[in-house]
């Protein structure tokens, strides 16, 4: 490519014309991926100002509701003074004994929630899995109630098990356990469209059943990714249930919004930090363990 | 023919005893973790009162809410709804355009590769990580509080959780560059803003574009519901079809919702795909 019209000699009569035919067809396909730019930039700029319309989006109130924004989020922030560090800490943080307990519950709810949501996503992903069932229709089945059970937001199920099962964390449990039913079963089928299918031509040159397939076949070798993805869940379904309680589905989500709607103000930034502290608490340390359980596995990929 | 004998076998099992038994602490171990795993959710059972007549109740309630679903119908709101849809679909879009834009120097600055002291770099990942556990529902309520009811609380909402998830994506992508097109525009003798723009730049959108999409698809999701707080969209209308017990109009909302999360998945999937392949790798 470098060398193009540089060499000297030889095959010269040719040269100007194969030229002419590559500057032709350079310019040919330069003005077509313009035009593609061209129409990318268009459709682009047509939903940036559909969406600046739609949402109210305009300069003013941005420079109006920036400063306010700003205003706010300091204004959470407590005054705290050298001198009297302690007390003022122990001033801002006036509610933690009861906090704690909340966020107790918020990380009990996320955990009972994942186990749940788990086991139903186990049971189901065999069937939602290509290679493991002859059924079309069986997998079709499986994958669509997946879908569902994955597309519909957390909050919504969260609403409707509160009119369902009551106020409390029971109804925010329930709603975790189905849209992590729907989103885990999703994961683990894929891990087990991807298992080694010798054990499991093994299981059933043995004489093993379907349950047996899959128990002997599959399991132990889809595990570690299983409890991989299953604890990469318990990160965000504890995030997630921290939002729960402001439907009324337990947690410490309903103190946050009770401190937001009565413009409490010191409590919010106290619970927002304790909220960020537990969860990148929860976030190492899952982590470590996820990297641990796969690590044999990217060493063995690499 | 070789047959082991009592006493071959006594001596491997001397010489080699963990190939016959696991050992104890490894077992304790086991048992410890499980009984732990069992224990915690026991309690934790029973924290959130699930007894089986709640659930039995529950599940009879909730029987009779779903034939009050059926058949989804959107009354005389179809409109609105639409509307209402559409603001969502701009409120992820642009919430998600501003976190982006505003996420590349706060990811250029977050790479090791650019900033190279070990404290700094560790520094701003830590606060990067922290604010991903704010849900995204929450900085809503914030802004809802701060900037007043409608989409454009929402919008910021989006903005500002997604921002910080960006920065730290961006930096990642940033640390992966391969260093022969650097080298080679420093070779050419190309300045710190050369390599940016032509060594780096390159390689990090198509990776970048790709985070980009794929977290417009999640924020539409998220965004179906930040109207429950009042931050605009099909979730304010949810949430009143809700409160006002009217089910059926409840339910095609969400089969709406559905739909609309269905066929956005799936074109910015194929932009996606598309995206993949032009990059280098990646």
Redesign the interface.
Known sequence: MTTMGHSEGGFAAGRPQRLVAFEQRFAAERRRKRLWTLLQFGLFSI??A????????NLN?LM??LP??W???VGTLPSLSLETLGADLADWYWGLRFWLRLLV?TI??G??GT?LGGLVALLLCFPASRNLVENTGIYFAARRSLE?LR???E??FA???V????L???A??LAIAVHTAGSLGKLFAEVNENVDPRPIEGVRAAGGNWPMLMRLGVVPQALPNYASYLLLRFEINV??A??LG??GA?GI?QE??VA??Q?EYTD?SAI?LL??????II?ITCETIRHRLIGQDMQAGH | MNTITYGEMARLRRSNPELFSTPLITRVRTWALWLGFVG??A???W????NPM??V???N??GL?VSLMIPPHPGDGFWDYV?AM??T???A??GT?IAAVLAVPLGFLGAKNVMPNWLFHFGLR?IY??????????WA???V???GL???A???AIAVGDLMIFAKLFAEAIENVETKQVEGVRAAGGNDTHVMRLGVFPQVLPVMMSHVLYFFESNV??A??LG??GA?GIGLQ??DR?RINNWQEAAFI?LM??VT??IIDNISRRIRARLIDAAPQA
């Open positions: 939903a940036l559909g969406s600046i319309v739609v949402s109210d989006f109130g109006n509701g306010k924004a205003n706010y989020i519950e009990l709810m955990f009972v186990v569902f597309t519909v937001p909050l919504v609403l409707i098990f009119f369902a099962f009551g409390g964390p029971f925010g449990v995030r997630g921290s939002a402001i439907v337990g989500g946050l919004y937001i709607r413009f919010i927002m909220l960020i502290a537990t969860t990148s976030d | 915690t959710l309690y934790g059972l924290w959130v009162d699930a709640r659930i109740n529950g599940l309630k909730l809410l509307h559409l603001e679909l701009g409120m879009f642009l355009i830590r990580d922290g604010f991903r556990g704010i849900d995204g529902l929450v309520l914030i802004f509080s701060a900037v409608g989409p454009f929402g919008v910021l999701r998220s179906t519901i429950i707080v605009g949810l949430s809700m969400i919702i559905l999360v269905a």
